[in-house]
């Protein structure tokens, strides 16, 4: 009869064989990763894979030690920071103990398959954020992520905490005694620092319960397996009948694969047990063939449900999803389902091999595919870095060059942060250089800026200089003096640095207000000897409101005529004043509605158009339009006479065939069409041309006077 009963399916030499090289996989894989929080599940297949299998499940994780929140400052007397930390501190009662702390490492479970592996947290520069955004940051990794999962965030974000705290510290004890403040007399009290430690706390707590739970269920069910095992030996010595026994095995199978995982330290001892009595109660089943035989065609039919299933899975795209499901499947095999008849187990264990090894192959081709683009991306990630402190090193001490700087940063930490993923050995390397280069960059920002101080105080005084000179001028009648030397201040103004942020406001607010008393009176007075354009704009809304209103005949010539006239009259009107000249953009749109509804050529309503278009550009003196009008029209002129050269040298391949021809038909049509369009181009350049000719002696102009503050200045609020 078949002895076989190994979780793979194959005779007991061959599982002797699978489990001792298995068992040594697991063993060296423990041996180089010691305290890994993670196992694999021992694999079946007899391939190279499976070492791969183990050793990414066994991958040894941060093991950083928690630390205190408190880092004394290097800058201080360790008395005297202590004595400062625990001051701060002391109403914070949540904090919990170091003492009390449950260290993970040495709480390891056999099972490596973990519904948050799949959990990513997102990479953050924590150097960026403030000290309540750190806090904020904190509570949102608690809330939202598995606490297993963000130890490493934590953690830099607890250094980060500390670093910018100790700043803080240092710069207070400096005011403190600047101040005349005895050093034995500092304490500082920190909200900031109590909100972390609370959050902290809070993390701390939250881990530590987890740790605690996961080790009370480990524990549990180690003694709920060992009690199978147990029962597992009973069955073999007890004069039951085969059916009673043959149900209580199935029984203990089925609370064995619900039991749970149990400390990976003796995962490998309990369950080489367990199937050691497995395989004592099949060879004990030999005195009862039905029953043997009847186990033996339902493992084997279930174990062919797991090929097909293998089978299908190799056409999954995922392959990381295919994968994972392997695990799973394999798991099942092993766990789940009990042995088959000898002379079919090595055909079906060759079959699921091969069908699991489609998978495996798949996998690291995808993975050898990606890790040249991973290595792509460190090169890149690394010249970024570089770029970095390149644009640190080139920054020049004004502000205005480091604002430059701030914004060059920021689009390189972009591109790196959207560059990719790099190879796995390589991702801390990278990410540690990376903040060490952030930080040392925001370092030298904020020495600039903390350097500034001296140099905003004195930007206060030249503007409140400006400020003076603007309140002495605001009612001054010499408007030809005055207004240049407005504009003058303006322009200082404009030259003077940054000033401290709680004057900022009131400076600039005093400021407008004078320029603006100014050039409001002298807008006034602009208003007042324009009158001409006052009545002009006046005329021009009269005959808007008439045109609005001009009913056509239906007679086509009448009806053109009149139009024709409005816009004789429009012209010769004159301008309104700059801020209502949107009213000729009215009178184009009443044009455009009136041509809309005659029935006339289109060449002609094209240029009657065009020609108040451009009247309008002349009527406002917008040469620049016109200018870039002309060369518009130029532009278009060559196109076109291109595009008919184009055609012409075309037809030269159809001399031999007759003009009857479709094809050539259609070139002559498109031919004419573009000469047709060519010269309405060429009438409209020649009109423009003529009317620009004819504004060769400029109009004089009167000088617009800036019409507020806001227009003449950047705003600074």
């Known amino acids: 009869m078949s002895e076989e009963i190994s979780p793979s399916g194959n005779q007991n030499d061959k599982k002797t064989t699978d489990n001792s090289e298995i068992t040594s996989e697991i063993n060296q894989a423990e041996t180089t990763a010691q305290n890994s929080t993670s196992d694999s599940i021992p694999s079946e297949i007899d391939t190279p894979e499976t070492s791969a299998v183990v050793e990414k499940a066994t991958e040894k994780p941060n093991t950083t030690p928690e630390t205190s929140i408190e880092t004394p400052s290097k800058e201080v007397k360790t008395t005297e920071v202590v004595t400062m930390v625990e001051k701060s501190d002391s109403d914070t009662s949540s904090d919990v103990s170091e003492e009390n702390e449950v260290d993970e490492e040495e709480i390891e479970t056999s099972d490596d398959i973990n519904e948050t592996d799949e959990i990513e947290i997102p990479e953050v520069d924590y150097s960026e954020l403030s000290m309540p955004n750190l806090t904020e940051a ?78 009370k269920s480990l524990e549990s069910n180690l003694v709920t397996r060992t009690a199978l095992i147990e029962e597992l030996k009973a069955l073999v010595e007890t004069d039951e009948s085969v059916n009673k026994n043959y149900k209580k095995l199935k029984d203990i199978q089925e609370r064995w694969r619900d039991a749970g995982a149990i400390p990976r330290d003796k995962y490998n001892t309990v369950w080489n047990n367990y199937h050691h009595h497995v395989d004592n109660y099949y060879n004990a089943l ?129 591109i790196f942060f959207t560059a990719g993923r790099v190879p796995r050995d390589k991702n801390k390397e990278i990410w540690a250089s990376f903040k060490d280069t952030m930080r040392n960059f925001n370092k030298a920002k904020n020495d600039f800026y903390k350097n500034q101080k001296n140099q905003q105080f004195e930007n206060l005084e030249k503007k409140r200089a400006l400020i003076a000179i603007a309140e002495e001028h605001k009612d001054s009648e010499d408007y030809k003096s005055a207004t240049q030397l407005m504009k003058k201040v303006q322009a200082d103004w404009r030259k003077i640095g940054h000033v401290p942020r709680n004057e900022s406001d009131k400076v600039w607010k005093q400021f407008k207000k004078a320029c603006n008393h100014y050039f409001d009176r002298l807008n006034a007075l602009k208003d007042e000897e324009n009158k001409e354009e006052v009545v002009n704009l006046e005329q021009k809304t009269v005959l808007l409101d008439a045109t609005e209103n001009l009913e056509l005949t239906g007679d086509h010539k009448v009806d053109i005529t009149a139009i024709k006239e409005k816009i004789t009259e429009w012209k010769s009107i004159g301008r309104v004043p700059f801020k209502k000249k949107s009213i000729d953009q009215k009178f184009n749109k009443v044009l455009d509605g009136l041509f809309g509804k005659l029935d006339l050529d289109k060449k002609e309503a094209e240029l009657i158009k065009f020609e108040n278009k451009v009247n309008s550009m002349v009527s406002q003196d917008d040469d620049r339009q016109l200018q870039n009008e002309q060369f518009f029209l130029s532009k278009k ?25 479709p094809l050539v038909k259609d070139v002559h049509k498109n031919i004419a069409k573009h000469k047709e369009q060519l010269a309405l181009w060429k009438q409209k350049y020649s009109k423009i041309k003529a009317m620009r000719a004819a504004k060769d002696a400029p109009q004089p102009e009167i000088q617009e006077a800036p019409k507020s503050t806001d227009e003449a200045l950047d705003t600074e609020a």
């Open 138 to 215: 904190l509570n949102n990794l608690v809330t939202k992520y598995p606490v297993q999962k963000i130890k490493d965030p934590v953690d830099e974000i607890k250094n980060e905490f500390n670093n910018q705290f100790q700043e803080l510290l240092k710069t207070k004890k400096e005011e403190f005694l600047a101040e005349g403040g005895n050093i034995i007399d500092f304490h500082y009290e920190s909200s900031e620092k109590k909100a972390f430690n609370e959050a902290f706390s809070i993390y701390r707590a939250k881990k530590n319960a987890y740790y605690n739970n996961l080790k």
């Open 286 to 414: 030999h005195l009862d063939n039905e029953f043997r035989e009847l186990d033996f065609k339902h493992n084997l039919e279930e174990k062919q449900k797991l090929i097909k299933h293998t089978e299908e899975l190799a056409e999954e795209s995922d392959i990381n999803k295919a994968f994972r499901e392997l695990q799973l499947i394999h798991r099942k095999w092993k766990e789940e389902i009990g042995p088959v008849a000898r002379e079919v187990s090595d055909e079906i264990w060759e079959k699921f091999s091969a069908a699991s090894r489609v998978i495996h192959d798949k996998k690291e081709q995808a993975e050898a595919a990606l890790e040249d683009t991973f290595k792509a991306n460190y090169s890149i990630k690394k010249e970024l870095i570089g770029l970095i402190d390149k644009v640190k090193a080139e920054a020049k001490p004004t502000h205005k060059a480091w604002q430059e700087s701030m914004k060059q940063v920021q689009e390189i930490r972009d």
């Open 637 to 661: 002129v060559d196109e076109v006479q291109a595009e008919i050269s184009q055609l012409e040298n075309n037809l030269g391949f159809f001399r031999h065939v007759d003009d009857d021809n």
